[in-house]
Each structure stands twice: as C-alpha cells, then as structure tokens.
C-alpha cells in the first residue's frame, strides 16, 4: 500500500465549480506563478484567484497542493500512484500552472 505522502491529492472544489474534482499544484511556491503575479498589473496573473485565496482563507489546502507539487513536478509516477479517475469532467491545474516537463509528463500519464 502506497503511503499518504506519494498519492496524489484531488481536490473537491466549490463555489461555482461545486461537484468537480481537480489536481492543483500550490501557486505560492511555483516560480513561474510567483513570477507572473508580481509582474506589470496589466496581466490577469497580478491578481490571481488562486494567490488571494491560498493566501487567505484558503490556506489549509496548501500543503496539499504542495505535496501535489513536489510530487508530480520531481519524478515519474509509478502506474500504482496514477490516480484512477471516472469523472465526467475534471479539471487539472485549478490551482497552478505547470511546474516543468515531468509535471506535464505525469498529468498526460493521469489523463
């Protein structure tokens, strides 16, 4: 049985989107988010949904998002660790964008 550490974590999201299920990845430890959302206010990225509210009252789904982070953007997941998924519809990425090619690598594994 694989420990908690290297499953995946899918998020069951809310609001307007209540029913989905997504893989996210934590927006204030990717460079390329943290880049982006300091960047020139003329870009949707400098006000990040995602940034206000992992930053606020969203800051208890952060670590997991951040395991979700270290683990797909570090290495190949094994076919045990691939989620199974039977959604409809699901969502990669509500949270985050890509972290680099293993992180894209292992979401085409997923889908």
């Given at each position: 049985?694989l420990d908690?550490?290297?499953n995946?974590?899918i998020?069951?999201?809310?609001?307007?989107?209540?029913?989905?299920r997504?893989i996210?990845?934590n927006?204030?430890?990717?460079?390329f988010?943290?880049?982006?959302?300091?960047?020139?206010?003329?870009?949707?990225?400098s006000?990040?949904?995602?940034?206000?509210m992992?930053?606020?009252f969203?800051?208890?789904?952060?670590?997991?998002?951040?395991?979700?982070?270290?683990?797909?953007?570090?290495?190949?997941?094994?076919?045990?660790?691939?989620?199974f998924?039977m959604?409809?519809f699901?969502?990669?990425s509500a949270?985050?964008?890509?972290?680099?090619?293993?992180?894209?690598?292992?979401?085409?594994?997923?889908?």
């Amino acid at each position: 049985m694989l420990d908690m550490l290297s499953n995946v974590h899918i998020s069951t999201m809310s609001g307007k989107l209540e029913g989905f299920r997504a893989i996210s990845t934590n927006t204030l430890t990717n460079k390329f988010c943290i880049k982006m959302n300091k960047a020139s206010k003329n870009t949707i990225c400098s006000v990040c949904y995602s940034h206000t509210m992992l930053n606020g009252f969203r800051k208890n789904t952060a670590p997991a998002l951040q395991r979700n982070s270290d683990l797909l953007g570090s290495r190949s997941l094994t076919k045990e660790e691939l989620p199974f998924i039977m959604d409809s519809f699901f969502r990669f990425s509500a949270h985050g964008e890509l972290i680099n090619i293993q992180h894209l690598a292992n979401l085409t594994d997923i889908a």
